[in-house]
């Protein structure tokens, strides 16, 4: 059983910044890629980042694109998103989940973790 646990989250002011972590246990972490996806209320969840198994492919959405990083750590089983410049609009549940391949996607998620509330004020 895959077990992933995100933390890091809580509440900032428009412009600062956050790193989210999400611990991996279960599954051989450096040989599966990750992302990290977000739901704010009342919408759907969507993709916000994903990397491959090496950290050596990356994808982001184009809302998040040059101010969030994704990360990985192969050696401590653990995933980061260093998030800059936040905007009000980032106010969702961010959630970390592993990908049943290598390579990095938007799609094909087979393990989520339960969240981390991110909160941006204006």
């Known amino acids: 059983q895959v077990q992933l646990v995100e933390s890091g989250g809580g509440l900032v002011q428009a412009g600062g910044s956050l790193r989210l972590s999400c611990a991996a246990s279960?599954?051989?972490?450096?040989?599966?890629?990750m992302g990290w996806f977000r739901q704010a209320p009342g919408k759907e969840r969507e993709f916000v980042a994903a990397?491959?198994?090496?950290?050596?492919?990356?994808y982001y959405a184009d809302s998040v694109k040059g101010r969030f990083t994704i990360s990985r750590d192969n050696a401590k089983s653990t995933l980061y998103l260093q998030m800059n410049s936040l905007k009000p609009e980032d106010t969702a549940v961010y959630y970390c989940a592993s990908r049943p391949s290598s390579t990095a996607a938007m799609t094909n998620y087979d393990y989520w973790g339960q969240g981390t509330q991110v909160t941006v004020s204006s």
């Open positions: 279960g599954r051989i972490f450096s040989t599966y890629a």
């Open positions: 990397i491959s198994w090496n950290g050596a492919g990356t």
